[in-house]
């Protein structure tokens, strides 16, 4: 057992995934890509639409299966890591039920693994704190504003207290002030939980702002094009949003992009 | 201020459809439908007449109304989970279910003329010869719109499901079956008035002496009651109207997370 | 491809299992049960299409004509519906004076109307136009009004920064739009103006599907002939729900509408 397995928290080794689209050929993806996100990382997959991010979260999460390959999840397969809630997960869309109250929607995957209700009650009081929704358990959703629903939903992944939380594109339908509150407290809850991120964006400058790591994609073929490596200290703040190396580490990345399609 | 300009705003709302039917009323009352259409008062009673019938056989037409309600609403309610169980069926099985579902349609399609005179055959009683032609003609409704309930549901409810590692059966109760409740009270409420139809049809082909369909070809046949046979009509409108506003209560109620209970008017 | 064929298996599976069931329940019925109603309560099967063959003819010639009647009624119905749809959207006092009554004569069991109708024009022909007309009219009608509600109010913003004509306003963009709902109010609508018009055939006992069915069950001379109407008016219903189906099948080649969401990608 070396060092860096251990600081392994997901891996995912040779994937390819074959698409069948209704008319034509197939569409093959990620050619044979290699991956290893470390324990207590705050990493993210970006680039633009297309280009596999968000089926690579799937991937982990066991919702797809690759067509070749292998993924393990805290160091066994991811279906068998699904199974196992060894994850939250939060969508673009906040996806809650609106037949359940904010309470009920927290507490959805603590019933499902039959969790006792007072035990449940007490974390949905907690996670609420977490996000800031006290006073909000018996609302519906309906009643909320999209920020707060967003809140709802990671409320909801962070209530198992898996060791690991996917967030497909969480702020991508919030408005930029909503959203820079959300980068806030996001952090917090990371560096107090000390859990490993996985952060699905097509933001440059979020993905640099959260990221201990930003993974940069292209599409056509979609492929992993490079690793950027965020030297930025912690606990950001945003006046680092104007700070040169920020802006160097955007122009790293442009740059990425830039070579990307130089090549079709 | 405001208050006259909310009482303006509601005469400018109810203005319309007032004027309209006492538009209506009138032509009929003051005999220009007669002149006009060339229709007799025999035929079509003024509105006046009908009222008083109404009024006159009160009690009469509330033991009437109190026969043609039982079946239906029996009728509703059991044909209705009939086709929310075949509905969860074709979802869980949705290869082999899925022909059920055309069946169901099909079924829904039966004229009822052709319905009631078979269960008429099958129960010498009228009661559950009604109660059956309601059953099979409200099947299809509920079927057809819990099937869509329960099996269109955004990709990521799903996702998020699989996240929790749900069972099939954690699926249905934690997802499914919530989801399909606004579609169930639609269905209901399309039944209420092919379910009353459905109990009068019944009745028109029975051999039994009571319930609005049998007073309304009983009357109608009868050369001076034609009034109490629109008088019937009205009673079982006005029952349909009444389980009708009792579905919406429930649904305010049951479905208050629904968009379909927040749009104005 | 291969889902498809899958699904018309199982369709037809079904459809092949729905007549066993009646053929077994027949059987049981008369012999086992030996119930001396068994042949009219529920003939076997396979005699009820004897049966019809044999008065194919009569069968034929009389679900045409209540076919024909209701096909007349169910167009002018839903030509009157999609008037009034249009005059409601058009004008707000239209909508306001005409809605309410609309609602309201949803619940009124119009079917028992239909022998007040017949008393009023005593013409059997026009009576089941009518009646046909009257019950498709709601459904196309309230159907119709929906479409047009549910319009985008960003795609109206588009149509009004175009300083669109009313006219161009509904043949660009709302009535494309409303079309699957017309068709939503159709498909309601066909059925019930075949139950209508073979209904309003059991009022006389002149001719029409309906008259059959009611001249056998009071013991006419044509007693074996019940089952036989029964099956042709239930096979009305139906078809004149697929036919509005196909048309709508046709319709969409030429007004597209996005595809649902592919659901089932993983369950």
Known sequence: MNLSQDRTEICLKNIRMRFQMKSGDPIN????????????????FLGPSGCGKTTLLRLIA?????????????????????????????????????WRTVAKNVALPMEMMKIPKKEQEEKVTEMLQLVNLEGYENSYPFELSGGMQQRVGIARALSLDSE???????????????????????????????????FVTHNISEAVYLSDRVCVFTANPARLAGIVDIGLKRPRNEDMLISSSYLAYMGEIRHIFEAGYEKD | MKRRSVVSGMMVKLAPPVAFGVFV???????????????????????SAVASAFIENFQAIARDSLVTVGPTLAGMIVGSLIGYLTAVFITRF?????????????????????????????FTQPFPAKVSVV?????????????????DLPDESRHLMRACDASNMEVFTKLRIPASLPYVFTALKINVSVAMMGTIIGEYFNDNTSGIGYMIKYTLRIGN?????????LAAAIISILIYAALTLAQRRLVRWHASQRMGA | MK?????????????????????????????????????????????????????????????ALTALRAAEGFLIGALVGFLLALLMDLFGVVERMALPYLLASQMIPILGLAPIIFGLVKDLDMSRVTIAAYMTFFPVSLSLLSGFKSVDIEQRMLMRSYASSKFLYYRKLALPYSVPFLFNGLKIAAPMAMTASAFVDTLSTQNGIGSIIIVALYGGGTTGQFWPAVLAASLLGIVSYVLVILAERVVERFIPRAPKEAAGEAA
Not at chain 2, 102 to 122: E, H, Q, T
């Open chain 2, 25 to 47: 009323v009138g032509f009929i009352q003051l005999g220009l439908a007669y002149t006009l259409l060339n229709f007799k008062p025999m035929q079509l009673p003024p509105p």
């Open chain 2, 225 to 233: 009651r034609k009034a109490e046979g629109w008088a019937y009509i």
């Open chain 2, 135 to 151: 059953i099979i003609i409200s099947m299809g409704a509920m079927a057809v719109n819990a099937f869509r309930g329960l099996s």
């Open chain 1, 164 to 198: 690991i939380l996917l967030m497909d594109e969480p702020f991508s339908a919030l408005d930029e002030f909503t959203k820079m509150k959300l980068h806030e407290d996001l952090l917090r809850i990371w560096e107090a939980t000390g859990k490993t991120i996985v």
């Open chain 1, 29 to 44: 993806v990620f050619d044979g890509l290699d991956l290893e996100v470390y324990k207590g990382e705050f990493i993210s």
């Open chain 2, 94 to 122: 949705p290869k082999g279910g899925f022909g059920l579902l055309y069946i169901m349609i099909a079924i829904n399609s039966v004229p009822i003329v052709a319905l009631a005179p078979i269960m008429n055959r099958w």
């Open chain 3, 3 to 63: 889902r498809i064929d899958g699904r018309h298996l199982s369709l037809i599976l079904w459809i092949v299992g729905f007549f066993l069931m009646w053929e077994f329940a027949a059987f049981l019925l008369d012999g086992v049960l030996h119930d001396p109603m068994a042949a009219k309560k529920l003939p076997y099967f396979h005699a009820v299409i004897s049966e019809t063959v044999l008065n194919a003819d009569n069968i034929l010639l009389q679900s």
């Open chain 1, 62 to 98: 066991d919702i797809l299966q690759p067509t070749e390959g292998i993924v393990t999840v805290g160091g066994i397969s991811a279906a068998e890591a699904r199974k196992q809630h060894k994850y939250g997960i939060v969508f673009q869309k906040p996806v809650l039920y609106d």
